[in-house]
């Protein structure tokens, strides 16, 4: 019965957390955060313990084992989507290589995740260690890789880098409670249902976040407003997102380009 209560639970928040190139995290919080959250989103919390950001889960099943200690008072599990999955450094390899793809090693990572390349990124390294080298940086980031233990993605974060940078990163890595989200830039972050779990066995409430009521009924908006008209199943930032991103992929010519990047660009703003 334990086991079909957790199925349950793990299947109330639709969708994997990574799935049709869609990225999704769990944040554990108080129900008293709720309504602040719908109007405002999630922000960068006061905890700090491994760098400032906003922590999340990446699978449900930690959420949940989290939410269940006692630690917060009417515990909810907020679910969230990742808008720019390339603006994050996976330290986790099994990620990498479900979300970037060919191009999940570390140094391929950097290169992208810095507008000055590795070389930025080696920069800032050296000015904490002096007695670092390109060479030495890169071996050390192979290491990483090939023996990705918790131990030594945790060494990229404490030891590595310098703390400034650290507190500036978004990254995915198995941090003290499991595979962690710690997100310092959290314009990248939508939030679309909450879980109200329940520890006893009685299942679960589970709720969609609208992001219809957060656009703006005004002129600048009035294109976006007209194409959730005309799709009316959307409600959620994900749905819209994606739907947009497909009818893109189908695009005949230059105006529908247009029209769809400006339905993204309007979505970015809100």
């Known amino acids: 019965m334990e086991n079909n209560i957790k199925i349950l639970l793990r299947e109330a928040l639709l969708n994997e957390e990574y799935a049709e190139g ?5 944040h554990v919080t108080s129900m008293s955060n709720l309504e602040s959250i719908k109007q405002n989103g999630l922000n960068v919390g006061q905890r700090s313990m491994q760098g400032k950001g906003l922590y999340g889960f990446y699978d449900y099943d930690h959420a949940f084992r989290y939410a269940s200690k006692g630690e917060i008072k009417e515990p909810i ?3 969230f989507y990742i ?3 390339n603006r994050f450094l996976y330290l986790n390899m099994d990620i990498a290589k479900e ?3 060919n191009d999940y090693d570390l140094i391929s990572q950097i290169n992208k995740y810095f507008y000055g390349g590795f070389d930025e990124f080696f920069n800032q390294v050296k000015a904490a260690n002096p007695s670092m080298t390109e060479d030495k940086l890169k071996n050390i980031l192979q290491k990483i890789q090939d023996d990705n ?7 990229f974060v404490f030891s590595l880098i310098p703390a400034d940078l650290n507190n500036k990163l978004n990254v995915v890595w198995d941090g003290y409670y499991g595979l962690e989200f710690r997100i310092a830039n959290t314009r990248y972050v939508k939030v679309v249902g909450y879980d109200v779990p329940n520890f006893y066995g009685k299942g679960t409430e589970t709720n969609k976040v609208s992001f219809i009521d957060k656009i703006p009924n005004t002129e600048e908006f009035e294109p976006l407003l007209k194409f959730l008209e005309n799709n009316k199943e959307l409600n959620t930032y994900d749905e819209i997102q994606y739907k947009v991103k497909s009818l893109m992929d189908n695009i005949r010519n ?3 380009f247009y029209y769809y990047n400006s339905i993204i660009e309007l979505l ?3």
């Open 22 to 26: 869609k990225l999704y995290g769990y």
């Open 99 to 101: 979300v970037l793809g």
């Open 149 to 155: 233990t918790e131990g030594n993605q945790r060494e």
């Open 254 to 256: 230059s105006r529908e």
């Open 83 to 85: 808008t720019s999955p």
């Open 268 to 270: 970015d703003k809100i």
């Open 77 to 79: 599990i907020i679910k």
